[in-house]
């Protein structure tokens, strides 16, 4: 009997020591998040994750991100490559993503509908660029470039121009639409000089490129010289939206309303965007958050 009631004694007081452990860890993610969406009691604030153009990695990393958390106590986690391979990634659950951030309405079209997921129930218009052959100026052709039609150069023997993947990214496709209305199509249909959005600025910098297609902001931001493509006229339209089904909502809103405010919109000038005149909106209305609706031109 006795020793019946010892044994009952160690398992009320290890059962006891379970309870306390448990109470004193918390549940998973107890203690994380903030006012801007998070489950916890703590003042940490949240983490927006961003997705956005790659084009964009300087405004975002270098400027928009410290700005932002120190305005909202809320952390900013970015991710910059080309549109499209940012919606292979949000279609694919690769990344949890709450805000996307393009450089094509085409990109958006295909996050739109059922049959694409409903990730995307709008977007806001609020910026562009143009597209420009940016060059290095230690190149062998860059007086050439600066003499000489732009088509006509870019074909010289061991010219190297480089390119994104149209595939992948909105600059790529209409890369190739430029090479193509100066009769040169044939160079847009290989797979020549094309590299990733993230490496191209690098490689022309490092004298492994002697041209490239660039917006005018990426090449504001680096100092790179360019020339116009005239008589083409093409350039990225950005696009920003709040994704269904993201993690933190109520940081994804307050991080928009910070990029389409007048500090946002002075960040993006400095770094060679044209914000527009009016945000404009495509899509539901309804399903855009309220306290963005006087921001991306809702009701």
């Not at 003042?43 to 932002?68: C, I, Q, R, W």
């Not at 010289?156 to 121009?161: C, I, S, T, Y």
């Not at 909502?249 to 919109?265: D, E, I, S, T």
Request: proline content about 5%.
């Amino acid at each position: 009997m006795t020793r019946r009631v010892r044994a009952g004694a160690v398992l009320a007081a290890v059962a006891l020591g379970v309870v306390a452990l448990l109470t004193g860890c918390g549940s998973p993610g107890s203690g994380t998040g903030g006012s801007s969406g998070g489950s916890g009691t703590d003042d940490s604030g949240a983490t927006v994750t961003v997705l956005y153009a790659g084009s964009l990695v300087n405004l975002m990393e270098h400027d928009v991100k410290p700005a932002f958390e120190a305005a909202s106590g809320d952390t900013f986690r970015g991710e910059g490559k080309g549109s499209d391979a940012l919606v292979n990634e949000i279609k694919g659950k690769v990344t949890r993503a709450d805000v996307f951030v393009s450089a094509s309405t085409a990109s958006n079209d295909k996050l739109r509908g059922s049959g694409n997921g409903d990730w995307e129930s709008w977007y806001a218009t609020f910026a562009t660029a143009p597209l420009v052959l940016g060059y290095n100026p230690k190149s062998r052709f860059a007086a050439q470039l600066k003499s000489k039609p732009w088509q006509q150069v870019v074909v010289e023997p061991g010219f190297r121009l480089g390119r994104t993947d149209p595939k992948l990214d909105p600059k790529g496709r209409l890369s190739a639409q430029a090479l193509t209305k100066m009769g040169l199509g044939k160079f847009a249909d290989t797979d020549a000089g094309v590299f990733p959005e993230e490496t191209l600025l690098g490689r022309l910098q490092a004298g492994q490129l002697d041209a490239g297609f660039f917006y005018t902001s990426e090449a504001t931001e680096a100092k790179v010289p360019t020339i116009s493509l005239a008589p083409v006229e093409l350039g990225a339209t950005y696009t920003v939206t709040v994704l269904n089904r993201g993690p933190q909502p109520a940081a994804a809103a307050a991080f928009v309303k910070y990029l389409l405010g007048p500090k946002g919109v002075a960040l993006m000038r400095k770094h060679g965007l044209h914000p527009a005149a009016t945000v404009t909106l495509t899509g539901d209305r309804s399903a855009v958050p309220a306290t963005l609706r006087s921001a991306v031109g809702g009701s």
